[in-house]
């Protein structure tokens, strides 16, 4: 059974999204399931518009790569060189730190959808006790890369998805993958639906929003995700150099906003995302296959994020294995 047969067969039954599986430079199959707006019964196609929740994490992660290759920055500086008035307790944070998780910062400073501002988001993620001292363990934290974003744009002296478009997203041949900037009134952008709640979409929200800036949410579709995978492969936006430190794990698993391990296809170069308003979704690049697997979903599956109930038969079926339906 094929990746699209499973999740066609899945769909009456609650599943809402989008999957792309390719192999090299070859799409596979790219296809959209459910309603990106059940009031109005539009459907989710290949070109539709999702939440990258987390997976926003590699982005900011990249910017840093691109600022140290400037000599901007150093992913060993501590923070204090970016933010004044870092209390004592916090002096010895690192951007490394912060790219791992293992700054002992709190895992969030607000709700996602909060307005928030960027300064007094900083001072008040940084005036939060430290769950331990910097170094000593891991806590994933999405205040830590929100701070990341903000020291991107110190250090730019730009905003962050300003930076991110010309240095990053330009070069991989993104053009519908950001916040604000890409023209979003040309393209579908999924509603989120957790249960039976409609949540809309986040361009409803009020902006800025620095509780969530630099760490999630931000939109995509499948076939930005497969080039930016592709670029990746090679030179278009980090050395070979910022590549290695971007996909080293430090902390277990745990890289420069990704995570690699090795499984039964070899190594996997991944991360997912989620939120309770109904969005999730999974990047998946199975380095020693050249495959990769992009799977967006717009709806809840119960309590649980839909991308994860599916994504390990998704996994299986873009390998050709039996998936249980």
């Known amino acids: ?21 390719a192999v090299g430079d070859e799409i596979v199959s790219n296809a959209g399931y459910g309603f990106a707006v059940r009031a109005e019964e539009v459907p989710n196609t290949a070109e539709t ?51 791992t998780h293992t700054s002992g910062l709190a895992m969030d400073t607000g709700d996602d959808y909060e307005p928030a501002e960027r300064d007094e988001t900083v001072t008040k993620m940084l005036e939060a006790p430290l769950l331990f001292p910097p170094g000593a363990d891991y806590a994933y934290s999405n205040a830590g890369y929100s701070l ?27 053009d519908a993958t950001g916040y604000r900037l890409p023209d979003w009134s040309e393209r579908v952008v999924a509603h989120w639906y957790a249960a039976d709640s409609d949540n809309r979409t986040p ?44 996909f080293t794990p430090y902390a ?7 995570r690699v391990g090795r499984g039964e296809h070899g190594r996997v170069v991944e991360h997912g995302g989620a939120s309770s308003y109904g969005c999730s979704c999974a ?29 390990d038969r998704v996994v299986a079926a873009a390998f050709g294995e039996h998936v249980p339906v």
């Open 283 to 311: 990047l998946k690049r199975f380095l020693d296959k050249d495959v990769v697997v992009v799977l967006f979903c717009n709806a809840s599956y119960g309590a649980s994020p839909l991308a994860h109930a599916v994504e």
């Open 49 to 99: 518009v999702f939440s990258l929740g987390s997976v926003t994490k590699q982005f900011t992660a990249t910017a840093i790569l691109k600022l140290e290759e400037r000599g901007a920055l150093a992913t060993d500086d501590p923070v204090e060189r970016f933010v004044a008035d870092v209390p004592g307790d916090k002096a010895g944070i690192t951007l490394h730190h912060l790219l």
């Open 148 to 174: 990341l974003a903000a020291i991107v744009e110190i250090a730019a002296g730009e905003r962050y998805e300003d930076f991110l478009h010309r240095e990053v997203f330009r070069p991989a041949g993104l």
């Open 203 to 246: 361009l409803e929200k009020p902006f800025p929003l620095w509780n969530l800036i630099g760490n999630g949410e931000m939109l995509s579709t499948t076939e930005d995700m497969f080039r930016w995978h592709r670029a990746l492969l090679g030179d278009r936006v980090l050395s070979s150099e910022s590549r290695r430190k971007l």
């Open 252 to 258: 277990g698993d745990y890289a420069y906003g990704w």
């Open 1 to 21: 059974m094929s990746v699209h047969e499973y999740l066609e067969r899945i769909t009456p039954f609650g599943f809402s999204g989008a999957c792309l599986v």
